[in-house]
């Protein structure tokens, strides 16, 4: 489309479509507007009084920008990104932000380019952030590593906006070379940070060395400190991070400026979006909470393109993309229809997988593990795991355990945790003791343990453990739980032991036999125990992790000695 016809069409009135009759969401002036919007293909020519051939009623519904999801791992979804799509965009997303770290760590480059390619044409906008830290510390075995040479090879891509959270904050603020040269590589760029509780002067270095968000804050107090500094601050409402809603109202109660506070999901299960939405959840919940809508509407999209610098999309005027959703209200975002990045309403349809490379699929890679593998060694008080309900943090707690022989064994609801190395066999295996899964008679596994993707297994005996061990490296990766031998529930998850190309249904059926097996367990209901188990092995998350390497103290970035 040349600039010139564009200019014409705004210049005469002539449209391909108008929306009639909406009531439209004005971000630069915090007003509603009773109009017509007029569409030249996929761009916004006016807003105002149009009519043309092509006309769609909006019946007084509330039009907003498409909504954006500012920080998301689609191979969290377990589905690859058209299936991911299907789920999001009757909700009223229609560009995510993706970091693609997860099949970074397994594939490097490879797993990079795999999902550039699965997203290239899609109705969906999928825009990237170079994952910066691969592996996320140098406390573990991933899969591949990325340096800033790796990353220079995608500087010319128009999908690629800046640099992926940066959780390796010891690196970044004690200026590591490695990490200075991926921070000097995007200066000029949105850098994503990653920095749970971190504060004082830890934080200033933080700051100072390039990142410029944040999506890990607990607590309003740690939100008020980093805007203070410049952040932006991403509220993330997940499938594991949740409670959020005490710091939205304090948001609303103290009036705190919203301009540079947007909203993602982060890891968020394709069921639960299903029930309770996606982004517009999180709209939902603020509006509750006490933010006025309209601020709302500008968290969910426009202060999410001003963050990274998206200058076509997250307004309704002249010259935006026309990336738009049709609300019935803005309470309830309950959503009437949506307009894709093509500028059409979105309809359905199926899309191709492309051919991957084979280093994407074949990824399971374990050494032979037995019960003496999985053994523990007793002391008098010994280190455990324990998990905050409904967060992803952790505590690190010493307590006196049963033992057999010397050897730990699992009671008064404490399990055991390992983390086998899944990429190269080297036969590598951390384990250690978790409080709050509460699984008994069985163990679950997965190959989706954040952020190196090793195979993460938790349970009452090592028999089960192993079983299920054994029953991942067969699928080629993803999920099982299993009780007295059997396997109850599986998932196999091919690609890079992340994600599936199977359809949605299945995969939602196989994740609910799953649930419903590790709630047959004794699984806490309060806390999704799939995402729980697998966030346990991402050191850079408080309190405390485990990694292939061992039981880890993040506040302390020190294994610590059992």
């Not at 069409?9 to 449209?15: D, P």
């Not at 970074?104 to 699965?118: D, P």
């Not at 690196?171 to 990490?179: K, V």
Request: charged share 25%; glycine share 8%; with cysteine.
């Amino acid at each position: 489309m040349r600039q010139q016809d564009l200019i014409r069409a705004a210049l005469e009135g002539k449209a391909t479509c108008v929306i009639k009759n909406a009531n439209v969401v004005n971000v630069f002036t915090n007003e509603i507007i009773h109009a017509d919007v007029a569409l030249y293909e996929d761009v916004i020519i006016g807003v105002g009084e149009f009519s043309c051939e092509n006309e769609i009623d909006a019946e007084g519904g509330y039009l907003a920008p498409g909504f954006i999801d500012a920080h998301v791992h689609i191979e969290s979804s377990m589905v690859i990104p058209a299936s991911f799509m299907k789920v999001i965009l009757p909700h009223g997303t229609t560009t995510i932000i993706a970091d693609p770290h997860e099949i970074a760590n397994v594939a490097g480059v490879a797993g990079v380019r795999a999902m550039y390619k699965m997203t290239d044409d899609l109705p969906l906008r999928v825009l990237f952030m170079m994952p910066s830290c691969v592996p996320a510390t140098p406390f573990e075995h991933s899969g591949a590593k990325l340096v800033a040479e790796d990353m220079e090879q995608f500087l010319r891509k128009s999908r690629i906006l800046g640099l992926g959270e940066v959780m390796d904050y010891v690196s970044a603020t004690s200026g590591t070379q490695e990490m200075l040269d991926k921070l000097r590589l995007f200066d000029g760029k949105p850098i994503d940070g990653h920095a749970p509780l971190i504060s004082g002067r830890t934080l200033n270095a933080y700051r100072v060395a390039g990142p410029s968000t944040d999506h890990e804050c607990s607590n309003f107090d740690e939100v008020k400190e980093k805007l203070r500094t410049g952040m932006r601050i991403l509220i993330r409402v997940g499938s594991a991070a949740k409670r959020i809603e005490d710091i939205l109202r304090r948001i609303a109660e103290e009036h705190l400026p919203t301009e540079n506070i947007l909203f993602c999901t982060d890891d968020k299960h394709i069921e639960t979006i299903r029930q309770e939405g996606h982004i517009n959840h999180n709209a939902r919940l603020a509006v509750a909470c006490g933010i006025p809508p309209i601020e709302a509407v500008k968290m969910a999209s426009y202060n999410a393109a001003r963050a990274y610098g998206l200058k076509n999309i997250g307004a309704i005027a002249p010259g935006y993309k026309a990336d738009m959703v049709l609300f019935e209200d803005l309470k309830d975002f309950r959503v009437k229809r949506v307009f894709t990045r093509f500028g059409k309403p979105y309809e359905e349809a199926e899309y191709h997988m492309p051919i991957l490379p084979p280093a994407v699929y074949d990824s399971v890679h374990v050494a032979p593990v037995t019960e003496g593998s999985l053994c523990l060694p007793v002391r008098e008080k010994m280190p455990v795991i324990e998990m905050v309900p409904e967060q992803l943090i952790t505590k690190l707690t010493w307590r006196s355990v049963k033992s057999e022989h010397g050897a730990f064994v699992p009671s008064d609801g404490l399990c055991k945790l390992a983390v086998v190395e899944r990429h190269h066999a080297t036969g590598s295996i951390g384990v250690g003791i978790v409080e709050g899964l509460n699984i008994k008679n069985g163990a679950i596994a997965s190959t989706v343990a954040h952020d190196s993707h090793n195979l993460v297994v938790a349970g009452d005996n090592d028999r089960d453990m192993l079983m299920a061990i054994e029953s991942l490296r067969e699928c080629g990766g993803g999920y099982c739980v299993v009780s007295r031998g059997i396997v109850l529930a599986r998932l196999p998850l091919p690609i890079a032991g992340l994600m599936t190309d199977a359809p949605v249904e299945d995969v939602l059926a196989r994740q609910q036999a799953l649930l419903d097996a590790a709630k047959s367990l004794g699984a806490d209901e309060r806390t999704d125990p799939l995402i729980a188990l697998s966030f346990l092995a991402l050191p850079v998350i408080p309190d405390v992790r485990l990694t292939d390497e061992g039981l880890f103290d993040v506040t302390k970035m020190e294994f610590v000695q059992q």
